[in-house]
């Protein structure tokens, strides 16, 4: 297993220290589950939970999050946002942080769940990660560019795994 760059295992901190319910897909899932990529951003689906949304947005403040796409105008994602299942691409102190409603064909936090498995990021930090086997699936069925780039990385990194 690899760890992530700092700047994610703070937010990944924060979060944790916020009690929200979020797993990690993307890049660092696949990072933390050895494959050998890079990543420019961390990507999590939370569950929309109205209870949830809050705790997400109390760590949004502390790492001062704001809309990625006019970052001049320092705008930041609200309860609606979060309760949707679309995607909030934001700038943290820290990096970037998308925060997905769902992912692939509209699989949403509830979905996924199931298909994820406890890993640790940092000394003493434990999250919710994709599964590899998941993370080829949505990338096959949203099909594109990049997600097509990552497959064959993807598909080796698990045959690894499973030879372990």
């Known amino acids: 297993m690899q760890t992530p760059p700092n700047r994610y295992i703070a937010i990944l901190q924060t979060l944790v220290d916020h009690h929200v319910e979020f ?6 899932a696949a990072v933390l589950q050895g494959a050998p ?19 997400v947005l109390a760590a949004l403040d502390e790492f001062d999050a704001i809309y990625r796409a006019q970052p ?3 705008l930041r994602p609200t309860a609606s946002h979060l309760s949707s299942a679309g995607h909030q691409l934001l700038l943290t102190r820290l990096g970037p942080l ?6 692939g064909n509209g699989r949403t936090y509830p979905d996924l769940l199931l298909h ?5 990021a940092g ?22 560019e990049k997600d097509r780039a990552a497959l064959p990385i993807l598909r080796r990194t698990l045959e690894e795994r499973r030879k372990g």
Do not use: C, W, Y
């Open 123 to 144: 000394p003493s930090l434990s999250v919710r990660v994709l599964d590899l086997e998941t993370q080829i699936a949505i990338k096959e069925e949203v099909g594109g």
């Open 98 to 103: 998308d925060l997905l409603g769902s992912i």
């Open 72 to 74: 001049d105008l320092r």
């Open 116 to 120: 994820t498995t406890e890993l640790k």
């Open 23 to 28: 797993l990690i897909v993307g890049g660092v």
């Open 37 to 55: 990529i890079n990543t420019f951003d961390l990507d999590i689906v939370h569950s929309t939970d109205p209870a949830n949304v809050s705790r």
